[in-house]
């Protein structure tokens, strides 16, 4: 008979299956016991992003009433009241607490986090690459490194910083890729200032001269946060370096596709397709991640 605990943890990994699936091959790579806290680390964050982002979405692990601020602060306090008893009558909250209990992960990361997510609700654009940096993806993106490192296992504390920049380049990637779904929200997650320098308008949705010198740019920047993290896999055990490497890979050739499009994002969402992702699994198997992924990187990467 499945329990209330197991049965959260099975639709974390639902989750994770639908909506995150470059997570969810990576934690293939995983044993179960760390496999199941990847999946709950991510279904905690989707569910709060999708009460801002998709507030018509109704999933029975969030509160279903109330304006979009209303329910993501009701998460928020269903949330700390379930990691403050240690449990919840909710299954994939009970799952999300008993895994942040059991790998010891600080609360902090998960205030960081919400409040990221409050400021969704009020800002729609950001002046400066620092302040984008420094003012959202704190909480939405380089925090995410921190959640998932206790679930890793690393062998030192020197794995936190490349962990906090894969956090910002998997949000800076998916800035660059979704910038069309942003601005049927109203937001631009790109810096302005980079923007005018160039003379670049996402909102004409058009392919200019202006638009590819800006996401050449920007593309720049992301691979430099991708090669910031490759130093932090030899902090982490074998298996977890297989995932850790696999998401890497996977995630940074969605700006292959980016280019490949002639940096058009306005259009349709560049992915990376399923037998892609399959191979580059398999792959990191058996002979380890790709190193040509690493040199395009950082060409100082042997």
């Not at 969402?269 to 198997?285: D, F, H, M, N, S």
């Amino acid at each position: 008979m499945t329990t209330a605990l197991e049965a959260g943890y099975a639709r974390c990994a639902q989750l994770t299956r639908q909506y995150g699936t470059t997570y969810y091959w990576g934690a293939l790579l995983l044993p179960k016991r760390q496999r199941r806290d990847v999946y709950a680390v991510y279904a905690l964050c989707r569910l709060a992003d999708d009460i801002v982002d998709e507030p018509d979405k109704v999933d029975l692990s969030v509160p279903m009433t109330g304006t979009e601020a209303e329910r993501l602060t009701a998460f928020r306090g269903m949330f700390f009241d379930a990691l403050h008893h240690g449990t919840s009558d909710e299954p994939v909250m009970a799952a999300v607490v008993s895994s942040i209990k059991r790998r010891g992960t600080d609360p902090d990361c998960f205030e960081r986090f919400f409040d990221a997510m409050a400021l969704d609700l009020t800002r729609t654009s950001w002046e400066t690459w620092d302040e984008l940096r420094d003012g959202y993806m704190e909480g939405s993106a380089a925090v995410i490194g921190e959640m998932m490192l206790p679930v890793l296992e690393p062998y030192s504390s020197a794995a936190k910083a490349p962990a906090r920049a894969l956090g910002n380049a998997f949000q800076l990637t998916n800035f660059l890729r979704d910038v069309g779904e942003d601005l049927d929200r109203g937001r631009v997650y790109l810096p302005q200032d980079d923007l005018a320098r160039h003379g670049a308008d996402p909102w004409l949705r058009q392919v200019t001269p202006e638009w590819r010198a800006f996401m050449k740019e920007q593309i720049a920047r992301n691979r430099a946060l991708y090669a910031d993290a490759v130093p932090g896999l030899d902090q982490l055990p074998p298996a977890s370096r297989r995932c850790v490497a696999t998401a890497l890979v996977l995630y940074s050739r969605i700006l292959d596709r980016i280019e490949a499009a002639d940096y058009d994002v306005f259009t349709s969402r560049q992915r990376v397709p399923g037998w892609e992702k399959l191979a580059v699994a398999l792959r990191t198997v058996i002979a380890g991640p790709p190193r040509t992924d690493f040199k395009r990187l950082s060409p100082s990467i042997a």
